[in-house]
């Protein structure tokens, strides 16, 4: 099984930071990597896929990159609609999930 | 519009088996992958397996073999997520999630059924 290692847990920020948190694949998933954001009560929603290509919607703040083990989220502005936990997924060989990073203020 | 509409939430005894629905609309029922993620409290995702519409084939992760099974019906474009032999640890919101195709992005989610266990 491919396991995804998410980091840090918990971020505390303030309004305006760039906020950045990395996925490390135990194998290499090429480009397979999609981004969730999940809000309390709520279903997760899609901001990345395939690493780097932002979904229909969202806000160009948003960015991914990386590829093979090593990737990163950016958030190059926080607003505070972007309090939530944010999810790393690999899809390279069936589906795993990231820990989870919670974003804070 | 696509929609995902998710059955109620469910109490159940340990032991005991839930089977919840998931109801898509607004898309070609056929064409995508249908796949269930479950959340404990206060946890992470968990992804549990999914099911090929076309034909019912089905792809469980190892932690839930035995014990789960997917099926649809494609004369009201539902598919089904059944898992027997409950217990306390089973507690959590249900979602199922309909894939995107060849770049497996999940744009569409129901909106979650509570299942819980308790004695």
């Known amino acids: 099984d491919i396991q995804m290692t998410q980091s840090p847990s918990s971020l505390s920020a303030s309004i305006g930071d760039r906020v950045t948190i990395t996925c490390q694949a135990s194998?290499?998933?090429?480009?397979?990597l999609n981004w969730y954001q999940q809000k309390p009560g709520k279903a997760p929603k899609l901001l990345i896929y395939?690493?780097?290509n932002l979904e229909t919607g969202v806000p160009s703040r948003f960015s991914g990159s990386g590829s093979g083990t090593d990737f990163t989220f950016t958030i190059s502005s926080l607003q505070p609609e972007d309090i939530a936990t944010y999810y790393c997924?690999?899809?390279?060989?069936?589906?795993?999930f990231g820990q989870g990073t919670k974003l804070e203020i | 519009q696509v929609q995902l509409v998710q059955s109620g939430g469910e109490v159940k005894k340990p032991g005991a088996s839930v089977k919840v629905s998931c109801q898509a609309s607004?898309?070609?029922?056929?064409?995508?992958?249908m796949h269930w993620v479950r959340q404990a409290p206060g946890q992470g995702l968990e992804w549990m397996g999914l099911i090929n519409p076309v034909g019912g084939s089905t792809t469980y992760t190892q932690k839930f073999q035995g014990r789960l099974t997917m099926t649809r019906d494609t004369s009201t474009n539902t598919v089904y997520m059944e898992l027997s032999s409950l217990r306390s640890e089973d507690t959590a919101m249900y979602y199922c999630?309909?894939?995107?195709?060849?770049?497996?992005?999940?744009?569409?989610w129901g909106q979650g059924t509570l299942v819980t266990v308790s004695s």
């Open positions: 997924q690999q899809y390279h060989h069936l589906y795993t």
């Open positions: 999630a309909r894939d995107g195709g060849s770049s497996s992005t999940w744009a569409f």
């Open positions: 395939a690493a780097s």
């Open positions: 607004g898309y070609t029922f056929s064409r995508f992958y």
């Open positions: 194998q290499d998933i090429t480009n397979y």
